[in-house]
C-alpha cells in the first residue's frame, strides 16, 4: 500500500517501515515554524519529512502508543541530532497534548486502526489551533467486502478490515465541526489473488474482483475554524 517517500525531501530510509498508505506530508501544507503532530508515527517517517518542512524554529510530536516504535523513532531522531522532533508514547483517542496547540496534524495509516474515530476527530479538533488543518491518509472502503476479508485479525493488522465507508469517514470530519474538507488524493488499493486465497475461495475471489466494492487509501484535508461560533455567542447576542 505504500508510497514512494523517497521523494521527499527530509526522507530518511531507517524510519520507513512500509506501513503507510499514502504522502500526507506531501499534502500538508506545512509552513516553516509549524508546529505538526503526527498521529501513530511508527518510526518517525512523516515525522523526519515535516520536520525539513518546519524547519529549525518549527517543531514535531509524534505520538504512538506502541513502546518500540517510539523507542525506534527516538533512536532515528537522536541519530540525526534532531532537537524540535518529540516522540511521545500515547493512545491518538487521549493525545498527550494540549489543546490548541498543532497548526497541522498528519497521520499516515492509522485511524483505520482505531476502534473510536469519531473520538479521534474529536481529539484532532482539540488539538488543532483554531485556522490549523489536517492532512490524513488512510484506508477506506466503497461497498461491502466479503465477510471473509471483514472478520480477519490479521487484515485488521494489515490496516484494511478496520477501515470504515468513505462516506462514513467524510460525514464523522464534518460532523465534528471541520470545513474546507477536500478529497487530495485516492488511490485504489488491489489485494494480490495469493492473499486473497487465504481468506475467500475461488468464487468469492472471482464475485469480490468483479463487484463494484473496493478498498482506497484516502488522503483527505479538512480544517478547524478560525472562531468557534460558541465563544463569540454573549448572553443575549443571539449570534448562535
Ligand atoms: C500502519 S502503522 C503506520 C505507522 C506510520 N504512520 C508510518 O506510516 O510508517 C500504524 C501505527 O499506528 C500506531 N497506532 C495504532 N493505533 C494507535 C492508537 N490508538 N494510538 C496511538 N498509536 C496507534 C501503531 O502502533 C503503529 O505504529
Same mark, same amino acid.
Given at each position: 500500500?505504500?508510497?514512494?517517500?523517497?521523494?521527499?525531501? /527530509?526522507?530518511?530510509?531507517?524510519?520507513?517501515?512500509? %506501513?503507510?498508505?499514502? %504522502?500526507?506530508?506531501?499534502?500538508?501544507?506545512?509552513?516553516?515554524? $509549524?508546529?505538526?503532530?503526527? %498521529?501513530?508515527?511508527?518510526?518517525?517517517?512523516?515525522?523526519?519529512?515535516? @520536520?525539513?518542512?518546519?524547519?529549525?524554529?518549527?517543531?514535531?510530536i509524534?505520538i504512538?502508543?506502541?513502546?518500540?516504535?517510539?523507542? +525506534?523513532? +527516538?533512536?532515528?531522531?537522536?541519530? +540525526? *541530532?534532531?532537537?524540535?522532533?518529540?516522540f511521545r508514547e500515547g493512545? &491518538?483517542?487521549?493525545?498527550p497534548?494540549?489543546?490548541?496547540?498543532?497548526?497541522?496534524?498528519?497521520?499516515? =495509516?492509522? %485511524?483505520?486502526?482505531?476502534?473510536?474515530?469519531?473520538?479521534?476527530?474529536?481529539?484532532?479538533? @482539540?488539538?488543532?489551533?483554531? /485556522? !490549523?488543518?489536517?492532512?490524513?491518509?488512510?484506508?477506506?472502503?466503497? !461497498?461491502?467486502?466479503?465477510?471473509?476479508?471483514?472478520? $480477519?485479525?490479521?487484515?485488521?493488522?494489515?490496516?484494511?478490515?478496520?477501515?470504515?465507508?468513505?462516506?462514513?469517514?467524510?460525514?464523522?470530519?464534518?460532523?465534528?465541526?471541520?470545513?474546507?474538507?477536500? &478529497?487530495?488524493?485516492?488511490?485504489? &488499493?488491489?489485494?494480490?489473488? $495469493? &492473499?486473497?486465497?487465504?481468506?475467500?475461495? $475461488?468464487?468469492?475471489?472471482?464475485?469480490?474482483?468483479? !463487484?463494484?466494492?473496493?478498498?482506497?487509501?484516502?488522503?483527505?484535508?479538512?480544517?478547524?475554524?478560525?472562531?468557534? @461560533?460558541?465563544?463569540?455567542?454573549?448572553? !443575549?447576542? *443571539?449570534? =448562535?
Amino acid at each position: 500500500m505504500s508510497d514512494d517517500y523517497t521523494i521527499l525531501e /527530509g526522507y530518511n530510509s531507517d524510519a520507513d517501515l512500509g %506501513l503507510g498508505c499514502g %504522502l500526507p506530508t506531501q499534502f500538508a501544507k506545512i509552513k516553516k515554524g $509549524d508546529v505538526v503532530v503526527d %498521529l501513530g508515527s511508527g518510526a518517525g517517517n512523516d515525522c523526519f519529512v515535516a @520536520r525539513y518542512e518546519v524547519g529549525d524554529t518549527g517543531k514535531v510530536i509524534g505520538i504512538d502508543f506502541t513502546p518500540k516504535m517510539i523507542e +525506534r523513532a +527516538r533512536a532515528n531522531a537522536e541519530a +540525526r *541530532g534532531f532537537n524540535n522532533v518529540e516522540f511521545r508514547e500515547g493512545d &491518538i483517542e487521549q493525545m498527550p497534548i494540549t489543546s490548541n496547540t498543532a497548526n497541522v496534524i498528519v497521520s499516515n =495509516c492509522v %485511524l483505520n486502526l482505531v476502534p473510536n474515530k469519531d473520538g479521534v476527530f474529536k481529539e484532532i479538533f @482539540r488539538v488543532l489551533k483554531p /485556522g !490549523g488543518h489536517f492532512s490524513i491518509s488512510d484506508v477506506v472502503l466503497e !461497498g461491502a467486502l466479503p465477510e471473509g476479508l471483514r472478520r $480477519d485479525a490479521e487484515l485488521y493488522a494489515g490496516c484494511v478490515s478496520g477501515a470504515i465507508q468513505k462516506n462514513v469517514y467524510l460525514e464523522l470530519i464534518q460532523s465534528n465541526g471541520f470545513e474546507n474538507i477536500s &478529497i487530495q488524493k485516492v488511490k485504489p &488499493i488491489n489485494i494480490p489473488n $495469493d &492473499i486473497l486465497k487465504n481468506y475467500l475461495n $475461488d468464487e468469492e475471489i472471482s464475485t469480490f474482483k468483479n !463487484g463494484t466494492a473496493g478498498i482506497f487509501s484516502l488522503t483527505v484535508f479538512a480544517q478547524k475554524p478560525l472562531t468557534n @461560533r460558541n465563544e463569540t455567542c454573549t448572553p !443575549g447576542g *443571539g449570534c =448562535c
